[in-house]
């Protein structure tokens, strides 16, 4: 038990009182099973090969708990009723949770300073699996089905001089498995772009590993055709006191699910995470993120917002956030705003937050959807703005947000762009 | 030469328990050049007046006119009302998250306008502007409205009633909430704005106190929806000694304002 000094009490916080059986400083024990395996971030060597974390036939209790493997087999055939999976509509997934995923992947070209390492790997490479492991069935189908793998690399204390751009092309709309590895050494800073576009249905996993100390930004851009599917599962392991920003800006596809995910393996990491979809008729696109405070003293801020517009258009938002018990001294804090710019459109926004110490600086979560304040327009047409202005001015208002986050001025113009021709295109 | 025309307005709003009429027949003609100073206790329908004019959504007109220099008030959206030269100061500046003072300033005057300012001048007049109202500077970078106190979001109406220059100024209760010092700089403000001699203006309030420093034209003493007396300005200073007492509605009111003044002596 730790020891509870004066300078840690705080309101909430444990007195120095036996506690009843079976209870905690925190509260009732959980199920020992839910315990066994929660220990590290990606559970070390055996948890590698196969792991159930919930235990067979028990439903998770936490997000920790949740199934992770790199084998397709471990996951039984999706039905649309597993919880991570009841807001999409797997018929439009074509074929990425079932078929075999042999189709030519997008292709992928990198632009990047000098001594930045780009390297196109197979299988094998030892890099591989040191960030990431599935925790969905499309993502391990990615993981069994990719046949090489890119692997970038920013060197130790290199600190680049504008970003590093990846352009991901659609090559055609068979199913198909790409695999990325990006690796910031340790006291490095860089910008990485994941520049996503044409046509193509994949399933993507991205490897982000942010050693001691380093800086790092990954802006995922998805700008793909009207027809094309994308999931792409993006995992970050969070070293000593590093910084990590990931973005995540999808706007055009048929279905998108980006499911990022940042876990601290060590004390002193901050990690910020940012979202903007604008979501049209009948385009489903989808964020799911975990922020998993396995350790004591960092810091998470999550912040997505998107706007809707058009029959069927349908945003989802998932946040999970766990604290964990050995992560005292935790700041998080996690929102998400969606904007319904017109009828018919659906945004579900499910803020998750599992606290397991009451030892923490802070822990928020929020959601908010909503119409375009009619005060706000009133104020604004008073003013002489005609309505379709005003409605404009709200609306990239409430997106600049994130946009100016991004701080590279070509991809913030472009996406300001970008939003101005979501919103001319039905008049908003 | 402009005339904003009100005759016999009706004006209802719908409430839980039904349609409520607020204004019962208002009528009163503001020209160019006029101050106009509308008086009256709370929930006289002052403020329903300047939003109706201005064309807020949730007052509908049942029967009467509003119009400018014989145009249909009415008849116009909001934004046309403004564009028209109308300008409406609110009781209750809103904020608008993501949209930065800079901006809007901006886009108003270039839809009011019907063209962009010219950049070098524009933006010297609206600092210019700022600091005649000392507004700080770095208001400009901020969203509209957003984390200011009262008296600043007050000021900021002023300051964009200075830059848009409207036919007519309607003030919804702009004093409510100001301490001296800000209610000199806001009052000052309006003055400058009357001064150019191209503006109307209609300044509606609860008490006597900005009329020490915006000098009305006319007073109209509002009661229950209704304009129950005017006068000129002597008419503000009886109010200031009396109150709205003597102006309550029915027989029992009148006999306790008797009474009460009765005990008074």
Wanted: aromatic letters at 6%; proline letters at 3%.
């Amino acid at each position: 038990m730790t020891d509870i000094t004066t300078e840690k009490a705080r309101i909430g916080a444990p007195s120095a009182q036996p506690f009843i059986n079976g209870f905690t400083e925190e509260g009732e024990s959980l199920s020992p099973i839910n315990f066994a395996e929660s220990k590290s971030p990606l559970a070390g060597e055996a948890v590698k090969s196969h792991s159930h974390g919930g235990g067979v036939g028990i439903p998770d209790s936490s997000r920790a708990g949740r199934l992770t493997s790199y084998k397709l087999a471990d996951f039984k055939p999706l039905t649309g009723m597993e919880e991570d999976w009841r807001f999409t509509p797997l018929k439009r997934l074509r074929g990425l949770h079932s078929a075999v995923l042999n189709g030519t992947a997008p292709s992928v070209s990198v632009t990047a300073p000098d001594a930045v390492t780009v390297e196109t790997v197979g299988r094998d490479d030892k890099r591989i699996g040191t960030a990431a492991i599935p925790e969905d069935r499309v993502s391990a189908n990615a993981w069994e089905n990719f046949s090489e793998a890119t692997v970038i690399t920013v060197p130790a204390e290199f600190e680049a001089d504008g970003e590093i751009n990846v352009v991901l092309t659609g090559q055609g709309t068979d199913a198909s498995a790409q695999h990325l590895v990006i690796v910031a050494r340790k006291f490095s800073k860089s910008v990485v772009v994941l520049d996503h576009h044409g046509s193509a249905v994949v399933s993507e996993n991205v490897e982000i590993v942010v050693e001691d100390g380093a800086e790092l930004s990954v802006i995922s851009l998805q700008e793909w055709n009207e027809d094309a599917v994308h999931a792409s599962s993006q995992q970050a392991k969070i070293g000593r006191d590093a910084k990590f920003k990931h973005i995540v800006v999808s706007l055009g596809g048929d279905l998108v699910r980006v499911t990022p995910s940042a876990r601290f393996t060590a004390p002193g990491g901050e990690v910020e995470m940012l979202g903007l979809y604008f979501a049209d008729a009948g385009q489903h696109l989808e964020q799911r993120l975990f922020v998993d405070h396995a350790v004591a003293n960092c810091k998470s801020n999550v912040l997505y917002k998107g706007a809707l517009q058009g029959r069927n258009a349908h945003a989802v938002w998932v946040g999970d956030v766990l604290i964990r018990k050995e992560a005292e001294g935790t700041d998080s804090y996690e929102a998400n705003r969606n904007l319904l710019l017109t009828d018919g459109a659906r945004a579900d926004s499910v803020p998750n937050l599992e606290i397991e110490t009451g030892l923490i600086k802070g822990a928020g979560h929020a959601s908010a959807t909503g119409r375009l304040d009619d005060e706000h327009l009133f104020y604004l047409m008073a003013r002489g703005i005609p309505e379709d202005v005003a409605r404009r001015l709200v609306v990239r208002g409430f997106l600049h947000e994130i946009i100016q986050h991004i701080k590279v001025p070509a991809i913030e113009e472009r996406l300001i762009a970008s939003v101005e021709r979501e919103l001319a295109a039905t008049n908003n | 030469m402009s005339t904003l025309e009100i005759k016999d307005l009706h004006v209802s709003i719908e409430t839980e328990q039904g349609t409520k009429e607020i204004l019962k027949g208002v009528s009163l003609t503001i020209k160019t050049g006029q101050t106009h100073a509308i008086m009256g206790p709370n929930g006289s329908g002052k403020s329903t007046l300047a939003s109706t004019i201005a064309g807020h959504p949730r007052y509908n007109v049942t029967s009467g006119s509003i119009t400018l220099d014989g145009e249909d008030v009415l008849a116009m959206s909001v934004d046309e009302r403004a564009r028209a030269g109308v300008f409406l100061a609110m009781q209750y500046p809103v904020e608008v998250p993501g949209v930065s003072m800079t901006n809007f300033l901006r886009t108003a005057k270039t839809a009011i306008d019907g063209e962009a300012p010219k950049l070098r001048t524009w933006t010297k007049d609206v600092k210019a502007a700022m600091q005649q109202l000392r507004i700080d500077a770095d208001f400009a970078q901020r969203n509209v409205n957003e984390g200011f106190s009262g008296g600043e979001k007050k000021r900021v109406e002023i300051l964009q009633l200075e830059l848009f220059k409207p036919k007519f100024a309607i003030l919804d209760e702009t004093d409510s909430g100001l301490d001296v010092d800000a209610l000199k700089v806001v009052s000052e403000g309006v003055n400058r704005a009357h001064a150019e001699g191209k503006m109307g203006t209609l300044l509606i309030t609860h008490y006597t106190r900005i009329l020490r420093y915006i000098k009305p034209d006319f007073v109209h003493v509002f009661v229950d929806g209704q304009v129950v007396e005017e006068g000129g300005p002597e008419l503000a200073d009886r109010l200031e000694e009396e109150g709205y007492d003597r102006y309550a509605t029915g027989a029992g009111a009148a006999t306790i304002a008797a009474a009460s003044a009765v005990a008074q002596a």
